[in-house]
């Protein structure tokens, strides 16, 4: 059954955890799962990894690095965690820029270090932007939720989309994203072929995904608490057992990293790597448009 | 003719951005018209303030903006035509 269908999907035949089901079937079922979890996406993320999703996203963005003026675009971004932290990193990198700027310009008038101040303030975030993409409605609810609740709104803007047919011109992001999403889309040679495609010249691609744990001990307790332990949490906190059982067997399901690699050149992508993270779990792969 | 504040997706009679603190019927964000085009056809498309919709003329659809949020999903747009248009997308 694992051997058969493997992210691709070829041809009307897809998976759904560890279902068979046709492709549009499956796009429905995902899309049920999040509207039903939406809500309580986050509580989730961190009863589940108790917490430790948070320094995935963390260590994401500081493998971006991004400087003020970076265009980013977050695919399947939802509640907006990618996107809130990539603001934070731009703003802190901007701060720390106006005040090295200040300190040698000791010598300014009164009136030069005023103009300055108005000059800057305009631009807190150097004029970068995030655009959030997802393809479903209740999460990007939750996420501008979020961001009016948490005062996040110079820079951002969200739109409803379909990563495997992506509403936006060529070569227009410097950074695209997209985080614990490509495991949930149907044709994900299609979703990184957008990518490719969105992204200027030079630009980045970044997936962060759920990946393979090679050591055989280290495999056996984590199959352990995903099949017996998470889906007891969605049914606790959620009220939702299925939406998490298929998590966890999409997760089961997903190529390992070396494949995913592949995919991600075959999508035009060059200098491809990736990084797990606690040994596997997750991972982190990287390419660039070039 | 203006929106009221329901919160709907009626939009505003002009197609301003930000400011004014726009909290109910939400105009698009005006730097996304910069990047956003046609899923389908990847052409570029033309926000028409009074229906607050973006619409492609080419292939005759017109895709709604919800609080703000446009809905880019293919299935979700609407014919501007009292015909279909053509088939398929692949138009010169």
Redesign the interface.
């Given at each position: 059954l694992c051997g058969s269908v493997r992210g691709l999907a070829a041809g009307p035949e897809a998976h759904f955890g560890f279902q068979s089901v046709t492709e549009a079937e499956r796009r429905e079922k995902i899309y049920q799962v999040f509207e039903s979890v939406a809500k309580k996406y986050d509580v989730m993320n961190d009863s589940m990894t108790l917490g430790i999703h948070r320094v995935w996203k963390d260590i994401l963005v500081h493998k971006m690095n991004p400087s003020p003026g970076t265009l980013l675009l977050d695919v399947a971004g939802g509640t907006g965690d990618i996107a809130f932290r990539f603001i934070n990193y731009v703003r802190s990198i901007r701060e720390r820029q106006l005040q090295r700027r200040l300190k040698h310009h000791q010598n300014l008038s009164w009136q030069e270090i005023f103009e300055s101040y108005q000059a800057d303030k305009s631009k807190s975030l150097g004029d970068s932007?995030v655009?959030v993409c997802d393809?479903n409605?209740e999460m990007?609810?939750v996420g501008?939720q979020k961001a009016e609740h948490l005062g996040y709104?110079e820079g951002l803007?969200?739109?409803?989309?379909?990563a495997e047919?992506?509403?936006?011109?060529?070569d227009?992001?410097d950074v695209y994203t997209i985080a614990f999403g490509i495991r949930n889309v149907t044709r994900i040679d299609l979703a990184l072929q957008e990518a490719y495609r969105v992204l200027k010249p030079g630009g980045r691609f970044l997936c962060l995904e759920f990946s393979h744990v090679s050591n055989p001990l280290l495999s056996r307790l984590y199959d352990l608490y995903s099949f017996q332990v998470i889906p007891v949490l969605g049914e606790v906190i959620a009220g939702d057992w299925k939406s998490y059982q298929y998590l966890v067997e999409s997760i089961r399901r997903f190529p390992p990293q070396e494949e995913l690699k592949a995919m991600i050149e075959d999508a035009g992508f060059l200098k491809v790597d990736y990084q797990n993270l606690n040994s596997g779990i997750v991972a982190i792969h990287s390419g660039f448009k070039l | 003719g203006q929106g009221l504040g329901s919160g709907s997706g009626s939009g505003q009679g002009q197609g301003q951005g930000?400011g004014l603190g726009s909290a109910r019927p939400q105009p698009l964000?005006p730097?996304?018209l910069?990047?956003?085009?046609?899923?389908?056809s990847?052409r570029?498309l033309r926000y028409e303030a009074a229906t607050n919709e973006l619409i492609n003329e080419e292939l005759g659809i017109a895709?709604p903006i919800i609080?703000?949020?446009?809905?880019?999903?293919?299935e979700?747009a609407r014919t501007t035509r009292k015909k279909p248009p053509a088939e398929d997308s692949k138009q010169p």
């Open positions: 932007q655009v393809i409605k990007l609810k501008k709104s803007s969200w739109v409803l989309g379909d047919e992506l509403p936006f011109d060529d227009k992001f | 930000q964000e730097s996304l910069r990047f956003l085009v046609c899923p389908l990847k570029p895709y609080d703000g949020i446009p809905n880019m999903i293919p979700a």
